[in-house]
C-alpha cells in the first residue's frame, strides 16, 4: 500500500516538474516575443505592460499631446471657425510645451448652437491623450451632471483628478444654463498660485462652453461681411471686449465670478455663425450615402437669418445628420 501511495505521488511530482518545464519554456519564448515588439515598436517593458493591462498613466505614453494630429482633424472636420488655427492650436502649442506655466490655460469657447464648439473640445481631448475621450484624464461636464448638485463635490472631482495627472482636461458645457456664480469655488485653480490643497493645477486646461456673447458674435460678424472683410481676415480682437463683458454678466456659472473679474480667462474665442458653405462641408464631411437632390433637400431644410439678408444657418451644422437620416432611403420626402 505504502509502495502504490509512494509511485502515484512521485507520479504526481513527475507531472509537476513536466508543467513547470513547459510554462518555463512558454514564458521564455514570451519574453522574447516582448523583446521584439519593444523592440521594433521603441516601446520598454514598462511600456509594453502599460499598453497590454491598460494601465493608464500620466506619462507621454498617454498622454500624447499630438498638435499636429490636432491641426488636421480641426481642418477636416470644423468648418468656418478661422481662429481655431490661427489662434487656439498655436496658444495650445506653446502651453503643452511648456514644463512650467505660471497658471492653467483657460478659454472660453462662444458662438450659436452648431458651430463646432463641444466638437473642438473633444477633438482636444482625442489628440492630447491616447485613449482620446475615453481617458480619466478628460472630464466633460454637463448641466446635468450629478457633480453639479453642490460646489464642493465640484471642486473635490476636480482636485481628485488633477492630483492623478497634472495635464488634465476640464471641459465645462452649457454653462449659460448653470447656476450664476458656479465656478467662484475653483477659482483658486485657475489663479497663479503653485499649488492648492497641496496640487499643482497650472499644467491643467479649463474650457467653458456657452452660447453666452453669440448675437454679438453674429452681429458683428454681419456687419463685417456687409464692409467686404474676409472671414479669414477677421481679427480676435474685435470680440474680446463684447466676450468678457458677456461672460461677466449674462446669467449663468461665470457671471459675476472671480475668474473672469481677475482675468484668469486667458483667451474668449468667438465661433462665428455658418454661412451655407460652410454646411455644405459639413454635409460632405459627414461622408453619408445620399442623393444630390436629398443633398440639397437638406440644405433646404435649414433656416438662415437674419430675415433681411439670410446669410448665416440658425442651427450651425447641428441638424445636418438628423436630416440627412431623414432623407436616406426616402426620396419621395
Not at 61 to 66: E, K, R
Not at 128 to 140: D, I
Request: charged share 25%; net charge positive; hydrophobic share 40%.
Amino acid at each position: 500500500m505504502k509502495h502504490k501511495n509512494f509511485e502515484k505521488r512521485k507520479h504526481i511530482n513527475d507531472r509537476s516538474v513536466k508543467l513547470l518545464a513547459k510554462m518555463s519554456i512558454i514564458i521564455f519564448w514570451l519574453l522574447i516575443l516582448m523583446s521584439f515588439v519593444s523592440l521594433s515598436s521603441g516601446l520598454t517593458y514598462l511600456n509594453y505592460f502599460e499598453k497590454l493591462f491598460d494601465l493608464e498613466i500620466c506619462n507621454s505614453n498617454w498622454v500624447i499631446n499630438d498638435i499636429e494630429g490636432l491641426r488636421s482633424d480641426l481642418k477636416n472636420k470644423v468648418f468656418g471657425q478661422p481662429f481655431l488655427e490661427k489662434v487656439l492650436v498655436s496658444s495650445l502649442k506653446i502651453f503643452l510645451e511648456n514644463d512650467n506655466p505660471s497658471k492653467p490655460f483657460v478659454v472660453s469657447f462662444n458662438g450659436s448652437p452648431g458651430t463646432g464648439k463641444t466638437m473642438v473640445s473633444q477633438l482636444i481631448a482625442a489628440n492630447m491623450y491616447y485613449k482620446g475621450t475615453k481617458s480619466q484624464f478628460y472630464r466633460h461636464y454637463t448641466m446635468v451632471d450629478t457633480h453639479f448638485v453642490s460646489q464642493r463635490e465640484l471642486v473635490n472631482d476636480i482636485k481628485t483628478r488633477a492630483k492623478k495627472c497634472g495635464r488634465s482636461l476640464f471641459v465645462f458645457d452649457e454653462i449659460e444654463k448653470m447656476p450664476n456664480g458656479t465656478f467662484d469655488a475653483i477659482k483658486p485653480f485657475l489663479d497663479f498660485h503653485h499649488e492648492v490643497s497641496g496640487i499643482d493645477f497650472r499644467k491643467n486646461i479649463f474650457i467653458f462652453i456657452s452660447n453666452n456673447g453669440m448675437n454679438k458674435i453674429n452681429s458683428i460678424t454681419k456687419d463685417l461681411w456687409y464692409k467686404g472683410v474676409k472671414r479669414g481676415d477677421i481679427k480676435l480682437s474685435s470680440f474680446d471686449q463684447s466676450l468678457f463683458k458677456s461672460a461677466l454678466n449674462e446669467e449663468g456659472g461665470l457671471k459675476g465670478t472671480g475668474i473672469v473679474k481677475n482675468y484668469l480667462v486667458d483667451m474668449y474665442l468667438p465661433f462665428l455663425p455658418l454661412e451655407k458653405e460652410h454646411v455644405v462641408q459639413c454635409i460632405k464631411a459627414a461622408q453619408y450615402d445620399i442623393t444630390f437632390d436629398n443633398f440639397n433637400n437638406v440644405v433646404d431644410d435649414l433656416v438662415f437669418e437674419p430675415k433681411d439678408a439670410p446669410l448665416f444657418s440658425l442651427s450651425g451644422c447641428k441638424l445636418v445628420e438628423s436630416l440627412i437620416r431623414k432623407y436616406q432611403g426616402h426620396d419621395e420626402l
